[in-house]
């Protein structure tokens, strides 16, 4: 008992991205035919799942289910926007854990960044309607720029923080699993891997988060004074490939230059 108090991290930590949208679908065609706006008439929060989203998270969800019971979460934290409500529910469902033998909550925290006016623009849409925003992130930089309305990667982060002093207080010591956006896991990684700016935007540069890929980690008693959590898995999409299910990895909505 005293072990378990010293413990203030899970045991171990899952985070993912939701399944393909409806607007990653959305996007694609925007930006393919050279339109300056998104075709999608619902809000942001209220986008869904695509078919092959679903699928992704079904295939996500027997890869869980094939995990002993003791290893499978206890806790699904995700994002109140429609696409990871319903990624979450179909990887507990294809998984076979009944909503109801675990904690199943949805947390604002968790939601996508918030774009202000850029929302539903393209690249196109952005640089004809607003230049000199385009300007202004190019000054400031993308993980500092807040467009008017919307939020900074800092923004995001601040919230996380909060969001991790809930993790540790409510679930230590527990098996958790995250479900969330792009930026989510980008920012996620940012604070459990003590990064800077420099190597968070890195990240990103890099290539967009595969849509239900696992980032996890794992604790480690022996890591510090009283351990920490370690990386174990970074956008690991096993499950997906298994069952011969799609890849995608579309940015979300809007798809700002990478800088």
Same mark, same amino acid.
């Given at each position: 008992m005293?072990?378990?108090l010293?413990q203030?991290?899970?045991? #171990?930590?899952?985070?993912?991205?939701?399944g393909?949208? &409806?607007?990653?679908v %959305? $996007?694609?065609k925007?930006? =393919?035919a *050279?339109?300056?706006?998104?075709?999608i008439?619902?809000?942001?929060?209220?986008?869904?799942?695509?078919?092959?989203?679903?699928?992704?998270?079904?295939?996500?969800g027997?890869?869980?289910?094939?995990?002993?019971?003791?290893?499978?979460? #206890?806790?699904?934290?995700?994002?109140?926007?429609?696409? &990871?409500?319903?990624? %979450? $529910?179909?990887?507990?469902? =294809?998984? *076979?854990?009944?909503?109801?033998?675990v904690?199943?909550?949805?947390?604002?925290?968790?939601?996508?960044?918030?774009?202000?006016?850029?929302?539903?623009?393209?690249?196109l849409?952005i640089?004809?309607?607003y230049?000199?925003?385009g300007?202004q992130?190019?000054h400031?930089?993308?993980?500092?720029?807040?467009?008017?309305?919307g939020?900074?990667?800092c923004?995001?982060?601040?919230?996380?923080?909060?969001?991790?002093?809930?993790?540790?207080?409510?679930y230590?010591g527990?098996?958790?699993?995250i479900?969330?956006?792009?930026?989510?896991?980008?920012?996620?990684?940012?604070?459990?891997?003590?990064?800077d700016?420099q190597?968070?935007?890195?990240?990103?540069?890099?290539?967009?988060i595969?849509?239900?890929?696992v980032?996890?980690?794992?604790?480690?008693?022996?890591?510090?004074?009283?351990?920490?959590?370690?990386?174990?898995?970074?956008?690991f999409?096993?499950?997906l490939?298994?069952?011969?299910?799609?890849?995608?990895?579309?940015?979300?909505?809007?798809?700002?230059?990478?800088?």
């Open positions: 005293n072990e378990q010293q203030k991290w899970p045991q #171990t930590l899952w985070i993912v991205r939701h393909q949208s &409806a607007g990653n %959305a $996007r694609d925007a930006e =393919a *050279g339109l300056p706006l998104i075709d008439a619902t809000r942001d929060v209220d986008v869904p799942l695509s078919a092959l989203g679903e699928q992704q998270a079904h295939a996500l027997l890869w869980f289910g094939r995990m002993p019971a003791s290893q499978r979460p #206890t806790a699904v934290l995700f994002s109140p926007y429609m696409r &990871a409500h319903a990624t %979450a $529910r179909c990887v507990l469902d =294809a998984a *076979g854990i009944a909503r109801d033998t904690t199943f909550i949805a947390d604002e925290r968790l939601r996508e960044k918030e774009f202000g006016i850029l929302d539903r623009l393209t690249r849409g640089t004809q309607k230049p000199e925003l300007e992130r190019a400031v930089g993308k993980f500092y720029f807040r467009p008017p309305g939020e900074s990667w923004d995001v982060i601040l919230r996380l923080r909060g969001m991790l002093d809930t993790i540790v207080r409510e230590r527990e098996r958790v699993l479900v969330g956006h792009q930026v989510i896991v980008n920012c996620f990684r940012y604070l459990l891997e003590r990064m700016e190597q968070v935007l890195a990240l990103d540069r890099a290539g967009d595969p849509n239900c890929s980032t996890s980690y794992e604790f480690d008693p022996t890591r510090g004074r009283n351990g920490k959590l370690m990386p174990r898995l970074i956008n999409v096993a499950p490939q298994e069952t011969g299910t799609p890849i995608t990895a579309e940015p979300d909505v809007p798809a700002a230059p990478k800088s």
